[in-house]
C-alpha cells in the first residue's frame, strides 16, 4: 500500500509512518483520527485493541476525535458456529466468504474464497478478534477517551439494535 501511495500524483509528498495502528508514535497531534472498515477487529488481542484506542488519544488535539466504524457479528448468520455469505457475484467472478465463529472467545477464522474465470481460485485467509461497541467503549475509557455519539453508519443515521455496523465518536475525556 505504502509503495501504491508513491506512484499516485503527490503521493510522495505524504508523510507514511510503517507501524502497527496500536503502536506508533509521531510528534504530530490531529483533530481526528479514523479507523474504518472494521479494521479494529485485526487486532489480535483486546490489550491491543486497548493500546490502540490509548494510541490514538496521545494523536489528538484538544478537542479532537477519534472515529471507530465497525461491523456487528449476527448470531443468527452462524449456525453452529460456521457461516458462508456471498460477497460479490458477477459472470466472471464470484467471492465467498467462510467463517468460523467461537462466541466465548469472540475470535472469527475468515476465509475469503474468489472464484473467476480468468485467475481460478483464490484463497486468503485471516482472524479478527471481535469486541462489542460496549467493550470498545470500556477501551477507549481505559485509553483516555470516552464515547461522544455513535451511528448506524457513515450517514449519522441512528445506532439501533437493527445496525449493522456502528461508527462511534469517541474524545479525549476532560
Given at each position: 500500500?505504502?509503495a501504491?501511495?508513491?506512484?499516485?500524483?503527490g503521493?510522495e509528498d505524504?508523510?507514511?509512518?510503517?507501524?502497527?495502528?496500536?503502536?506508533?508514535?509521531?510528534?504530530?497531534?490531529?483533530?481526528?483520527?479514523?479507523l474504518?472498515?472494521h479494521?479494529?477487529y485485526?487486532?489480535?488481542?483486546?490489550?491491543?485493541q486497548?493500546?490502540c484506542?490509548?494510541?490514538?488519544?496521545?494523536?489528538?488535539?484538544p478537542?479532537?476525535v477519534?472515529?471507530?466504524?465497525?461491523?456487528l457479528?449476527?448470531?443468527?448468520?452462524?449456525?453452529?458456529?460456521?457461516?458462508?455469505?456471498?460477497?460479490?457475484r458477477?459472470?466472471?467472478?464470484?467471492e465467498?466468504?467462510?467463517?468460523?465463529?467461537d462466541?466465548?472467545?469472540?475470535?472469527?477464522e475468515?476465509?475469503?474464497?474468489?472464484?473467476s474465470?480468468e485467475g481460478?481460485?483464490?484463497?486468503n485467509?485471516?482472524?479478527?478478534q471481535?469486541?462489542?461497541?460496549?467493550?470498545m467503549d470500556?477501551?477507549?475509557?481505559?485509553g483516555?477517551?470516552r464515547?461522544?455519539?455513535?451511528?448506524?453508519?457513515?450517514?449519522r443515521?441512528?445506532f439501533?439494535a437493527a445496525?449493522?455496523?456502528?461508527?462511534?465518536?469517541y474524545e479525549?475525556?476532560r
Amino acid at each position: 500500500m505504502i509503495a501504491e501511495l508513491a506512484r499516485k500524483p503527490g503521493g510522495e509528498d505524504i508523510p507514511v509512518v510503517r507501524s502497527s495502528f496500536d503502536d506508533y508514535r509521531i510528534d504530530e497531534r490531529f483533530s481526528c483520527v479514523v479507523l474504518a472498515l472494521h479494521t479494529i477487529y485485526g487486532l489480535p488481542s483486546h490489550d491491543r485493541q486497548v493500546r490502540c484506542f490509548a494510541t490514538a488519544a496521545d494523536h489528538l488535539r484538544p478537542g479532537g476525535v477519534f472515529i471507530v466504524e465497525a461491523n456487528l457479528v449476527d448470531a443468527a448468520d452462524f449456525r453452529n458456529g460456521k457461516a458462508v455469505m456471498p460477497r460479490f457475484r458477477s459472470e466472471e467472478r464470484v467471492e465467498l466468504q467462510v467463517m468460523e465463529y467461537d462466541v466465548v472467545s469472540q475470535r472469527m477464522e475468515v476465509t475469503n474464497v474468489h472464484l473467476s474465470s480468468e485467475g481460478g481460485v483464490r484463497l486468503n485467509s485471516f482472524t479478527n478478534q471481535y469486541s462489542s461497541p460496549r467493550e470498545m467503549d470500556l477501551m477507549a475509557r481505559l485509553g483516555g477517551l470516552r464515547l461522544r455519539e455513535r451511528f448506524g453508519g457513515w450517514s449519522r443515521e441512528p445506532f439501533t439494535a437493527a445496525s449493522a455496523k456502528h461508527v462511534s465518536v469517541y474524545e479525549l475525556e476532560r
